[in-house]
Structures are given as structure tokens and as C-alpha cells.
């Protein structure tokens, strides 16, 4: 694997043909609790990663672990992945009806510092020649919780995957070949587990 940055695009240039699509299904079994509605700095955790994507842009959250009516969605459409609790997958194709530009740009509800990677690949998105981005970390391992992909490879996905019940994200990039964008750790990580949230928690104190 080697990765491809490719020209970018203002951001501006974008707002009418990405749509953020943030993840917020999943269990939190290891987490032991609502991971995405725990206070940091006296907000759920969930609306650091709303507030981090840049205005104008339309944004879907696929999920249903977290109470919408104790925050701010950013006049974010809420859609329910089917069955509940079906994976990422599953929560991003349940928001393919609701997609009306040619690119997605997909991100994890649970990871505060993704936005501003996401939007490095967002940047490189061609309306014309859509093609998919997907992060990959220091290792060089794919990191899809962070990824740009065409809207039609969602509605592929939807014939080829069904409704992508228990399959993982990684799923999507047997149906693509993605060029890889190189990001920080720090951009990738999710709160999995407290001793993550304890470590966000401090981050944000000092800041």
C-alpha cells in the first residue's frame, strides 16, 4: 500500500457536494456505558465532533445510541440503522437516502479529533471524477471511521452488501480502490474505553 495525496480544493468549494455522514450506532460494551452521551467539558461527547464540521456542509448521523434531544444536532438529519445496532455499515447505508451530493465524507461519532483529518481528504474530493479517500494510520493501516466516498459506491454497496448488517466498514473498500491519506494518530482515535475518555477529558482541560 502506499498512499496518494493528490491536488486540493478550497473547502468552500464543497459544501455542495459532500455530505458528512457521523456514525453514532454501537453498544459501548467496552466502554461499560452511553460513550457518546458522557460530559466532556460539559457537553456529550458526540457534539465535539458536530460542532467541529465547518457550517453549510449537510450532515447525517446514522445511529441511535444517543438522546438527540439533549444536544445540539446542528440541524443534522437523525436516521436509525436497521436493524438497530446493525454496525457501521449498516448506519451508513440506512443514510443513503438522504444524499443528495456525489461524495460522503464518513466519520466516527466517538472520535473527537476526526473532523479536521477529514476534511484534509474532503479537500481532495473531485466532483468529477469522484473517486474514494480513506485514512490510513502511522502503521499504514486503513482507517474507513475517516473516508470520502462517492455517493454511488453507497448504492452499490446496498445492492452487492444488503443492508450490511454486522459487516464492518472495511467492507466498502472491496468495492473501491481508494487512494490512502496518511494521518496522525491523534486525528484516528476513538473513545473505546474510560482510560480514553479520562486522557480527552485532560486534553481539553489544558486546552
Keep these: 500500500m502506499h498512499s496518494e495525496t493528490g491536488p486540493s480544493r478550497p473547502?468552500?468549494?464543497?459544501?455542495?457536494?459532500?455530505?458528512f455522514v457521523v456514525l453514532a450506532g454501537g453498544?459501548?460494551?467496552r466502554f461499560g456505558a452511553n460513550k457518546l452521551m458522557t460530559d466532556v467539558a460539559g457537553k456529550p461527547l458526540l457534539t465535539l465532533v458536530l460542532a467541529a464540521i465547518p457550517q453549510g456542509f449537510p450532515t447525517v448521523i446514522a445511529g441511535s445510541s444517543f438522546e438527540a434531544q439533549a444536544m445540539d444536532l446542528k440541524?443534522?438529519?437523525?436516521?436509525?440503522?436497521?436493524?438497530s445496532h446493525g454496525g457501521p455499515l449498516a448506519g451508513l447505508l440506512a443514510a443513503a437516502d438522504h444524499i443528495r451530493t456525489p461524495g460522503v465524507v464518513v466519520v466516527g461519532g466517538d472520535m473527537p479529533n476526526v473532523v479536521p483529518g477529514a476534511l484534509q481528504?474532503?479537500?481532495?474530493?473531485?466532483?468529477?471524477?469522484?473517486?474514494?479517500?480513506?485514512a490510513t494510520d502511522p502503521?499504514?493501516?486503513?482507517q474507513p471511521l475517516c473516508a470520502v466516498f462517492p455517493a454511488h459506491v453507497l448504492r452499490r454497496a446496498g445492492v452487492v452488501l444488503g443492508s450490511g448488517r454486522d459487516l464492518p466498514l472495511r467492507a466498502l473498500l472491496d468495492l473501491v480502490r481508494p487512494?490512502?491519506?496518511?494521518?496522525p494518530d491523534h486525528m484516528l482515535s476513538d473513545i473505546d474505553r474510560p482510560?480514553?475518555?479520562d486522557r480527552l477529558r485532560a486534553t481539553v482541560a489544558e486546552g
Design 75 to 83: 440541524g443534522a438529519i437523525v436516521v436509525a440503522e436497521s436493524p
Design 11 to 19: 473547502l468552500e468549494d464543497h459544501r455542495q457536494t459532500l455530505t
Design 195 to 197: 482510560k480514553d475518555l
Design 27 to 29: 453498544r459501548s460494551s
Design 179 to 183: 487512494k490512502w491519506v496518511p494521518l
Design 139 to 142: 502503521r499504514g493501516k486503513p
Design 121 to 134: 481528504l474532503a479537500s481532495r474530493f473531485d466532483p468529477e471524477a469522484p473517486g474514494a479517500l480513506v
